[in-house]
């Protein structure tokens, strides 16, 4: 079936260390991408997204993902996390077949930064 | 400037009781969407509403869930008879409707138990 991956559900890192969070997706064609974060008591706020062009996105507090087509993949990087990168991450594309651009959604990754 | 509202933002009923929720986006923005997270689950699209009209409503469950944006800026997302199963946090997003280029932004969500 048609879904969007996400390899880890808990992920637990000290402080300092490098973090790495997967997404895979199976749809063919045009897709755009999307990393959300929703911290602790907060509502969904958008990390990064993909629409065309350097497949190395950069967003906001450090973050970077990459695109690579031929593996399906828009994994998710940061070279050092803080405590305050506590929160839950997920994964979304949108098929551009699909005029709604609507969300598909990952199932998420808890991470949690210990310092 | 403000972002989505939603409200309540928390919702006990009955089991077979009748809930609405309301959203109102972000303002300026056409597109509104309805999604629903389950817990431990990313969000599941229900509907997108382009204007007043609803263009995509293939993500409602069953014909127990409608909604309604009359005037092409407020929704109402109606569930009758409601479930236990139907527990869970109901977001809104809006966005401009750019095309190929949109970012959708959430709101806070209500979370919606049936007891």
């Known amino acids: 079936a048609q879904s969007v991956s996400q390899h880890n559900h808990h992920v637990i890192l000290s402080e300092a260390a490098s973090l790495e969070l997967g997404c895979n997706y199976s749809?063919?064609?045009?897709?755009?991408l999307f990393w959300y974060v929703q911290y602790p008591g907060q509502h969904l706020q958008l990390l990064l997204k993909?629409?065309?062009?350097?497949?190395l996105v950069k967003g906001i507090k450090g973050f970077e993902a990459e695109f690579i087509k031929s593996k399906f993949s828009f994994n998710l990087r940061k070279p050092s996390v803080q405590w305050s990168d506590t929160a839950e991450y997920f994964c979304?594309?949108?098929?551009?077949?699909?005029?709604?651009?609507?969300?598909?959604f990952g199932s998420g990754t808890r991470l949690l930064v210990r310092p | 400037g403000a972002g989505v509202s939603q409200t309540p933002s928390n919702k006990v009923t009955e089991k077979g009781k009748y809930v609405e929720l309301r959203c109102d986006p972000i303002s300026g923005h056409t597109a509104l969407y309805w999604y629903r997270q389950s817990l431990g689950q990313g969000p599941e699209f229900l509907i997108y509403f382009q204007g007043t009209g609803a263009a995509d409503d293939s993500g409602l469950p069953n014909d127990r869930f409608f909604a309604v944006r009359p005037e092409g800026s407020v929704s109402t997302l109606k569930i009758q008879r409601t479930e236990r199963g139907d527990s869970a946090v109901y977001l809104c997003a809006s966005s401009r409707n750019e095309g190929v280029t949109d970012t959708q932004y959430f709101g806070p969500g209500t979370r919606l138990t049936v007891l």
């Open positions: 979304a594309v949108a098929r551009l077949r699909d005029s709604s651009y609507k969300l598909i």
């Open positions: 749809y063919g064609g045009t897709v755009n």
């Open positions: 993909y629409f065309s062009g350097d497949p």
